[in-house]
């Protein structure tokens, strides 16, 4: 069976599922359950300085984009860091790292862009055992108002600086979390190497607005008629964090950067997919706070069972795996050909494909007099539209047509070899083949 | 109190509560939760095959998307538009031989959209809110006479009324609504639905209804013809075929469609008389009908004895499977010979039959059923057919309900055509109306 213990930074944990920073990891009492369920690790929620705790709103924190049957597809939140005193949270982070000793416990910290804040507060937290510290530069809401979170994570030299003192202050590996509210995350991710982060993880959450209540105006969660932006995660933000870990690994500045995957993990699937996009391990939050903690134990026999199946006997084996497929859009093969194709034995006869195709693409689907739907080759220029719209899965696929063959569409003759934009004539910048 | 196993006909059969729950809705109203499962399951099919087999052709793809998206009023007028009697059809339809037979859902995974349950969600939103969703056009100075009050001539009045016509309904019976109010099993139109229904809909103004008023008794087209600018014929089918065979004049031998009638117009279920032993002759919704509801008020035994197999019942395989699941026992291929007095009650003694050169004929072999009652449903027949051309036992009629007398227009079970179900006819009087109104302003024919 596939061995899912991980080593990130050196902290070792029984697997690579950690619980982000957030609600579920606020108390010794949830992470002693979480530990119990199965969770390999937590991020400790946010500490602040030493005195008198943030407040939260006494309204509702969240607000929810549901899909069908009210799954829970996106995830708003206006909650802070920990409105705990700090000495509590730090008695309790000791406890649970004594008595979990092979877990993974990291202490998330935010405190004002001075030195002396972080020279106060981190002895103390190293005073706690804990395996390492994860800095929040990325919470979008109510912190980064007062000069911290994504205020912090939006420029890159604070990164720097302020990861500097963690490393100059904290014995144990210093963790960057990096916000998404940003144009291009390579350059955060590359400043934080440069202030000698061990690791970055990312994404924090998304600037969002999920509802407007029409009848109240007020967006949602409303607080007594007036909303703000919260942070987005769950599923729906999955694509736009893998994107970014993938920017950052494949950069050089930073590429070798261990990374902490987090955004919409919600099944083992999830996660792995994060980590052949180069992370060493994931974090979860939406998921439990939808499921409850149990959810890990699919994630485990889940990931295990594929890792089987492939011959992965570690993580390592297929971290990473997906980096060298990554490119940019102009290295795509402009030589490859392929067409979709219908298999009419599992089609329904919806007629999706056929009005996706002729409202909004190519018209490269004929609809017979009794519903059979078929592809026009010479207008097909495989899209994937009505793969994707299909509802049957596998029914519609796109087929790659063989060298040798002629694309009724262009006339040419299929080839094998590889070609992209860099040489194409039709780019005016295009340089020769070598 | 008498029980199921008290012999003869008798009253009491069930307690109350018994009944109550037996005649409440067949199919319960969708929660909102279940609403918005339901509707989710719609693909929004493109050119979709149940609007194909719709006969009121209603947008089922963007009514279901309109419910999905929390406005089933928006969802109720799409319904409407096409067919002003959607709540009932919503209950009637026989919706898996229609659009729920045709739903792709049905093909790939043998669970189709619950298109009817929907609907009846949208149409139930809009009416408990009291909106009718409708407006008359200017006045057109026109009136018309339509004669019978069921749903070929509620459709053909609404639509007619909203183009600014105005409409005299005349109806034999004291109640509007057709077979609506009197026939139908009480379990798909509970909560007095039919009545509430016709209520809202002349809502919309300038129909009038004259009850008690029988055409070829109190009416006749002559007379409508000179009063009015045009007549729709929607008269039913007001006559009952007789069994044809000994013994059928004795007292335990009824019409079915009688029976029905009498249960849907009763205020006290209890206190109906039903035979412990029931044998309904027929194969139609009639005879499912009449048979479960005896079943329902306590009768021990109840069979349906068709003359062909189960595969010619025109009542669906659907409505066979509930007849069943009551108890209800189908005995298929004898056919009725004759009735038999035995003691306080009767035998029917049945022939089987078997299909020999395309013809039915009895094998000779017999089975003798004991029965309190018996109940004929073995179709219905024209009452009058006010001097028309008929097309075999109806009112022929082309294009959108025209009749051989010009300015008479015929829609529903007493025209040719159609498959005399609820749905059909609101069709035709709605597009009966739609002739009728641009023939009288003068539009091309």
Same mark, same amino acid.
């Given at each position: ?70 799954? +829970?597809?996106?995830? *708003?939140? !206006?909650?802070? /860091?920990?409105?705990?005193? $700090?000495?509590?949270?730090?008695? %309790?982070? =000791? ?104 690791? +970055?993880?990312?994404? *924090?959450? !998304?600037?969002? /607005?999920?509802?407007?209540? $029409?009848?109240?105006?007020?967006? %949602?969660? =409303? ?212 | ?445």
């Amino acid at each position: 069976m596939a061995d899912l213990t991980t080593d990130f930074l050196g902290i070792k944990s029984p697997n690579p599922f950690w619980l982000a920073s957030a609600p579920p990891t606020d108390k010794e009492y949830n992470v002693r359950r979480a530990f119990e369920a199965g969770w390999g690790g937590v991020v400790w929620k946010t500490l602040g300085s030493e005195g008198p705790p943030v407040v939260n709103v006494n309204g509702p924190r969240y607000g929810v984009i549901h899909g069908a049957d009210r799954r +829970v597809l996106g995830l *708003n939140n !206006i909650e802070l /860091i920990t409105d705990r005193p $700090l000495e509590v949270n730090l008695e %309790e982070i =000791s406890r649970v790292k004594r008595d979990y000793p092979n877990h993974a416990v990291i202490v998330s910290i935010m405190v004002p862009c001075e030195e002396q804040a972080w020279k106060d507060i981190l002895p103390k937290v190293e005073a706690t055992g804990a395996d390492g510290i994860e800095l929040n530069f990325g919470c979008p809401h109510g912190m980064s108002e007062r000069g911290m979170g994504a205020a912090v994570g939006q420029v890159p030299e604070y990164i720097e600086m302020v990861t500097r003192w963690c490393k100059q202050y904290y014995s144990k590996p210093v963790i960057v979390k990096l916000t998404p509210n940003i144009t291009d995350v390579r350059s955060p991710a590359a400043a934080a190497k440069r202030g000698g982060a061990d690791a +970055v993880s990312l994404i *924090n959450t !998304i600037n969002s /607005i999920v509802s407007v209540d $029409l009848d109240s105006m007020s967006p %949602e969660p =409303s607080i007594n008629g007036k909303g703000t932006h919260g942070g987005y995660c769950g599923p729906a933000v999955k694509p736009i964090a893998m994107s970014m870990v993938s920017e950052i690994a494949r950069a050089p500045a930073t590429a070798g950067l261990p990374i902490s995957g987090i955004g919409g993990v919600t099944t083992w699937r999830d996660a792995a997919e994060f980590i052949t996009l180069g992370c060493g391990n994931v974090q979860v939050c939406t998921a439990a706070m939808t499921y409850g903690f149990k959810v890990v134990q699919e994630m485990i026999s889940g990931l295990s069972q594929w890792m089987d199946e492939k011959g992965h006997t570690s993580i390592q084996d297929f971290m990473g795996a997906a980096i060298p497929n990554t490119t940019d859009w102009q290295y795509l093969d402009l030589n490859y050909v392929a067409k979709a194709e219908i298999n009419q034995d599992d089609c329904i006869s919806c007629g999706r494909c056929f009005a996706a195709c002729e409202d909004t693409s190519h018209q490269a689907i004929a609809m017979s007099a009794d519903r059979k739907f078929s592809v026009i080759d010479a207008e097909c220029v495989a899209c994937n539209l009505c793969v994707e719209v299909c509802p049957v899965e596998n029914c519609i696929t796109m087929v790659e047509q063989p060298a040798g063959s002629v694309d009724p569409r262009t006339g040419e003759t299929v080839v094998d070899d590889y070609a992209n934009w860099t040489t194409h004539p039709n780019n005016p910048g295009a340089v020769a083949a070598e | 109190m008498t029980s199921p196993m008290t012999p003869g006909i008798a009253a009491d059969r069930l307690s109350d509560e018994a009944l109550a729950q037996n005649f409440a809705d067949l199919h319960e109203p969708l929660e909102p939760h279940e609403v918005r499962v339901a509707a989710d399951r719609c693909y929004f099919c493109h050119d979709a095959p149940c609007v194909t087999v719709c006969p009121t052709d209603i947008d089922i793809p963007l009514f279901i998307r309109q419910i999905s998206t929390g406005t089933s009023e928006a969802a109720a007028k799409t319904i409407f538009d096409m067919n002003i009697l959607g709540g009932m059809c919503a209950r009637v339809c026989p919706t898996e031989e229609l659009c729920e037979q045709a739903c792709v859902r049905e093909a790939s995974e043998g669970k189709p959209v619950e298109i009817g349950r929907l609907q009846r969600h949208a149409t139930d939103t809009l009416m408990a809110q009291n909106i009718h969703p409708f407006s008359r056009a200017a006045s057109t100075g026109k009136t018309v006479a339509v004669v019978g009050a069921g749903p070929a001539g509620l459709s053909c009045a609404h639509r007619l009324a909203m183009q600014g016509t105005d409409v005299t309904i005349y109806d034999a019976r004291p109640k509007a609504g057709g077979l609506n109010e009197y026939g139908i099993a009480a379990y798909k139109s509970t909560n007095d639905f039919a009545a509430k229904e016709v209520d809202w809909l002349l809502s919309i103004g300038g129909i009038t209804i004259e009850n008690n008023k029988a055409l070829g008794e109190d009416l006749t087209l002559d007379g409508l013809s000179a009063d009015f600018d045009a007549v729709f014929l929607s008269i039913g089918l007001g006559g009952v075929n007789a069994l044809g065979i000994a013994g059928d004049d004795d007292d335990s031998v009824s019409d079915a469609v009688v029976f029905i009638e009498t249960l849907r117009q009763s205020s006290d279920l209890a206190s109906l008389p039903i035979g412990r032993n029931v044998v309904v002759i027929g194969g139609g919704m009639t005879a499912v009908d009449a048979a479960v509801q005896s079943k329902l008020l306590g009768a021990e035994q109840v069979t349906i004895a068709y003359r062909r197999g189960r595969e010619a019942m025109s009542a669906s395989r659907y409505e066979q499977d509930l007849a069943a699941s009551q108890g209800v026992k189908l005995l298929f291929n004898v056919q009725p010979k004759k009735v038999e007095a035995e003691g306080t009650s009767v035998v029917l003694e049945v022939e089987y039959t078997a299909t020999k050169d395309g013809k039915l004929r009895g094998t000779g072999e017999t089975l003798r059923i004991a029965a309190d009652q018996v109940f004929a449903a073995i179709g219905q027949t024209l009452a009058t057919d006010g001097g028309l051309t008929l097309e075999g036992r109806k009112i022929a009629v082309t294009g959108a309900g025209r009749t051989s007398r010009e300015g008479v227009w015929a829609g529903g079970d007493c025209a040719s055509g159609g498959d005399d179900l609820t749905v059909t006819a609101v069709a035709e009087g709605r597009d009966a109306a739609m002739d009728i109104h641009v023939t009288l302003m003068g539009g091309a024919n």
